[in-house]
Every structure is written in C-alpha cells, then in structure tokens.
C-alpha cells in the first residue's frame, strides 16, 4: 500500500490498521481521562504542559524516520505508534480545553456561530499548513 520507491515505508494493509488502532486506544483513553486530568491539574496548567509534551513529540516522531532501524516495518509502526500516544494523548486535551474556552466565553445567542469558526479555521489551517510545511 504503501511502496518505498515512492517515499513511503512499505507497510501493508495490517500494519496500517494496527496504527489506526492504536490510535483509536489513545482517543478512547484520553476521553475518558479528561474530566479528571482537567479537575487535578486545572485548565491553563494542562494546555501549558501539554503544548511542551506535544512540541517534544511532534519533533520525536518526525525524526523517527531518520534512524537506520534495520527493522521490519511492523517495528517501525509500532514505534510510531509508541511515539504518537502523548500526541494523540495531549492534541485531545488541548482541543477540549480551546473548546471550553470559546464555549465560555462566546455570547449564548453567537455560541453556535463561535464554535463552527473555530472548527473551521482549524480545518483550513490542518489543510493547508502540511502542503505548505513540505513545498
């Protein structure tokens, strides 16, 4: 699915889907997490500390693949995967937290119209910001 002679890592369809689960894992753990996460460290604490973990992560997984692991490529997925936990982890709970905040502070008859253009410019900026981060 995924051929290296055209830039990718070589993974078959059970390797994709094993990410994909772990993804999933890390969505459904840090969901049921958050409303104690949030009550013990409080909201601006948590967005502070996990924009660093993010930052720190992000820059880990993007230069796992510059190491020769001499691996197989279930390996390699599986360290991504390792890696992208906090990822997930955190990107979860910052984007909850951003959401509280709009909600909180939005009048009650623009709450609606708030919400949808912060959706949409995280939209636009998830988009464009990856063709224009690789050209």
């Not at 948590?46 to 020769?68: K, N, Q």
Request: charged content about 10%; proline content about 5%; glycine content about 10%.
């Amino acid at each position: 699915i995924t051929p290296v002679r055209q830039g990718g890592l070589g993974l078959d369809a059970t390797e994709i889907g094993f990410a994909f689960t772990i993804f999933a894992f890390c969505n459904m753990l840090s969901t049921a997490c958050f409303p104690r996460v949030v009550g013990a460290t409080g909201r601006l604490n948590l967005i502070r500390y996990g924009l660093w973990i993010l930052g720190v992560s992000m820059a880990a997984h993007a230069a796992l693949p510059a190491f020769d692991w001499g691996c197989s490529a279930t390996k390699i997925v599986a360290w991504s995967s390792v890696l992208s936990f906090p990822r997930v982890w955190v990107a979860n709970f910052c984007f909850s937290i951003s959401t509280m905040g709009i909600a909180a502070s939005a009048p009650r008859d623009h709450l609606g119209a708030a919400t949808g253009l912060s959706h949409s410019c995280g939209n636009v900026a998830r988009a464009l910001l990856p063709p224009v981060a690789t050209w």
